[in-house]
């Protein structure tokens, strides 16, 4: 089967820099991808890390440790909008079957 | 505004209903998914097209039936469903499913649907 795993719940403050972590488990790997979704809004694309290159935008980045079916997004210069669920998601193949992890909850505090 | 339109965002049903979800794109992308997000369970692929075609079906009961016209369109029939297919129905595309392009996806905001 496939499974990923992320924490539930992470809370942190304005300014700081946080991490949010994803563990896979996968029949195949190409890449490791990162969502953010607001409450009733659309995932939208943060970060991918991959066999064919990395991409990452604005304040977030990412590190993959294929060895340790691992991963995980950091989030830096915290601001309060970026409270909001987050998900890694690994492709097996060009984008054919991405499959998400559970989702992190981000509570940004003043 | 992401470029991906999805209508109805919200629709209630009964289970002897008929019902479609329409999704839209306007960003020139080849390939286009359905996912489905309920509470508290990641989310789940049901359908992928690439230039029209199907490739990917994810083991997803007949009462739901897709229907891609051409590139931009995709659709999501909906018959005979059961309380438990209440979920958000995310539509997203990507720039094609055989370059880098297919590593980002684009999604729209999804249509709430409540089977009563």
């Known amino acids: 089967g496939q499974s990923l795993e992320q924490p539930s719940e992470v809370t942190a403050v304005e300014g700081a820099i946080v991490q949010i972590n994803c563990t896979y488990q996968t029949s195949g790997f190409y890449g490791l991808s990162w969502y953010q979704q607001h409450d009733g809004g659309a995932p939208t694309f943060l970060s991918y890390?991959?066999?064919?290159g990395l991409e990452e935008t604005g304040r977030f980045s990412s590190f993959l440790s294929r060895s340790d079916s691992y991963g995980y997004l950091l989030l830096q210069e915290l601001q309060m909008k970026d409270s909001a669920s987050y998900f890694c998601?690994?492709?097996?193949?060009?984008?054919?079957?991405?499959?998400f992890g559970p989702g992190t909850r981000l509570s940004v505090l003043p | 505004e992401t470029g991906v339109t999805q209508t109805p965002r919200h629709l209630v049903m009964g289970m002897t209903n008929k019902k479609s979800l329409k999704c839209e794109q306007h960003?020139?992308?080849?390939?286009m998914y359905w996912y489905k997000q309920s509470a508290k369970k990641p989310l789940e692929l049901m359908f992928v097209?690439?230039?029209?075609?199907?490739?990917e079906n994810n083991s997803v009961p007949s009462r739901f039936s897709p229907e891609c016209p051409n590139s931009s369109h995709l659709f999501l029939h909906l018959h005979t469903l059961q309380p438990e297919d209440s979920a958000l129905y995310l539509c997203a595309s990507s720039q094609s499913t055989s370059s880098s392009g297919a590593n980002v996806l684009t999604f729209g905001a999804g249509s709430r649907l409540t089977v009563l």
């Open positions: 960003l020139g992308h080849n390939a």
């Open positions: 890390n991959g066999l064919d």
């Open positions: 998601a690994v492709s097996d193949n060009y984008g054919q079957n991405f499959v």
């Open positions: 097209y690439s230039l029209e075609e199907r490739v």
